[in-house]
């Protein structure tokens, strides 16, 4: 693997696609502009909402699948538990990967590297009949086989193993048969042969790099040879609203509460929720509308700001406390930022995210989205804001996360694909 000593000969054109929510996009845009700064040519695929965000970092962009959002939306109604969130997905996976496959194929010409995340499933079948090589950026361990962790489908925190080998098994048994038929078409449509592990091939351990922290889901040991370089950082120093610069600095830090991407079938039930919680804690607040709408049309207080997109980056190390769903993206940067933090599961990763985040002391025990209650939400708002021992462990672990580089880290791994293209170059100093 290239590092110190060796240079890459020329650039590559490397094609990243970043299907599915925020959580899944942001990370490969962060990896686009990272290998955009090493000098290499970037081309980035996701879901058609997210255009404007990757141009606006100079990113060259095209559509990919459908708009997730407008999904969402449309099924507000069968997102209302963790099963019908999944059910909902399930239900577009084969119309999803028709159209990976009639926009990722057109952009492959010139392309050097193929790197997905989130939920691209026709690029390693794509980037094989291309000639192309592959790898996939994994932002949780459990998109991988484990003895040690279920499929993160599954809500299950500590099941014993011969269980999740069970649920693993199960799973790939159900993906495969329900995939086999598209997507083994498309295979031989190309000339490829018969794949017979769609699952194996769609998330590869051998060419997958783990990028989240190992201070919050570290590789379980069976997964020992997979890379674990850590979270994907946007750089991004765009300034905070005038109104949110106005609102920290007119009293003492807030909380945050915020669920991202995730839907909710009645978004002013838990605005009111949230807001009274606040009060009963006697916290300010600010309030992240997300893609549910929370806070919109509400009567607020002083104390309480509603928020639209900003730059965790800049605001989290300013809060003294986030409340989130889970989102791998949210709760790495509310541990980079060293603030506690209290998770409110929906659905996927998100359950393990809390129990490790509990586990080790950075924040109280999980709220699943099902049980948040005021009374539990206060109380949770009151640890965040006065538990100085957790407090303490979220600095310190702040401080462990910034002090790595993955996103160096992962350009280097993704060169190391291209081989003939490094030369060893005499070492200096």
Request: glycine residues 10%; neutral net charge.
């Given at each position: ?14 094609l ?21 700064r ?27 699948g ?6 969402l ?41 193929v ?28 998109i ?15 099941s ?75 750089p ?51 309030l ?26 800049l ?12 989102g ?37 025990k ?41 996103l ?22």
């Open positions: 693997m290239p590092g110190a000593g060796w240079r890459i000969l020329a650039p590559m054109h490397a990243l696609i970043g299907s599915g929510s925020r959580g899944d996009f942001q990370p490969m845009l962060a990896l686009a502009v990272a290998l955009r090493a000098g290499h040519t970037v081309t980035l695929l996701a879901s058609p909402v997210f255009q404007g965000e990757a141009e606006a970092f100079g990113i060259p962009f095209h559509p990919c459908h708009d997730v959002r407008e999904v939306a449309e099924n507000r109604e069968r997102t209302r538990s963790p099963l019908g969130f999944v059910r909902t997905l399930n239900s577009i996976i084969a119309s999803e990967f028709e159209l990976q496959v009639a926009h990722i194929e057109p952009r492959l010409r010139g392309v050097d590297l790197v997905g995340g989130g939920s691209t499933m026709a690029a390693h079948l794509l980037a094989d009949a291309a000639g192309v090589p592959y790898r996939y950026i994994g932002y949780t361990p459990q991988l086989p484990s003895a040690f962790h279920p499929m993160l489908m599954v809500p299950l925190t500590r014993p193993r011969v269980l999740n080998r069970l649920l693993w098994e199960a799973a790939r048994r159900f993906y495969n048969r329900m995939m086999d038929a598209p997507y083994n078409a498309q295979r031989a449509r190309r000339g490829l042969a018969r794949d017979e592990d769609l699952f194996g091939s769609i998330f590869p351990p051998d060419k997958t790099l783990l990028a989240c922290d190992p201070e919050l889901m570290p590789a379980p040991p069976d997964l020992a040879q997979v890379p674990q370089v850590g979270s994907f950082a946007l991004d120093d765009r300034p905070l609203p005038p109104e949110v610069e106005a609102f920290l600095s007119a009293g003492p830090p807030p909380l945050y509460v915020g669920f991202g991407s995730m839907p909710d079938d009645d978004p002013a039930s838990t605005t009111r929720r949230v807001l009274e919680a606040a009060n009963k804690a006697g916290v300010r607040l600010l992240s509308a997300g893609w549910a709408g929370l806070g919109e049309g509400e009567a607020l207080g002083p104390s309480v700001r509603v928020l639209g997109p900003v730059s965790h980056g605001l989290f190390p300013r809060l003294a406390g986030a409340v989130h769903h889970g791998a993206g949210t709760t790495a940067a509310s541990a980079r930022a060293g603030i506690p933090q209290l998770v409110v599961p929906h659905a996927f990763d998100q359950f393990m995210f809390a129990h490790h985040v509990h586990q080790r002391g950075l924040g109280p999980p709220l699943p989205k099902r049980a948040l209650t005021v009374e539990r939400l206060a109380e949770g708002l009151r640890a965040l804001a006065s538990d100085g021992p957790m407090r303490e462990r979220a600095r310190v672990t702040g401080e462990h996360i910034r002090s790595r580089e993955p160096r880290a992962a350009v280097t791994w993704l060169e190391s694909a291209l081989p003939g293209r490094e030369e060893r170059v005499a070492r200096t100093g």
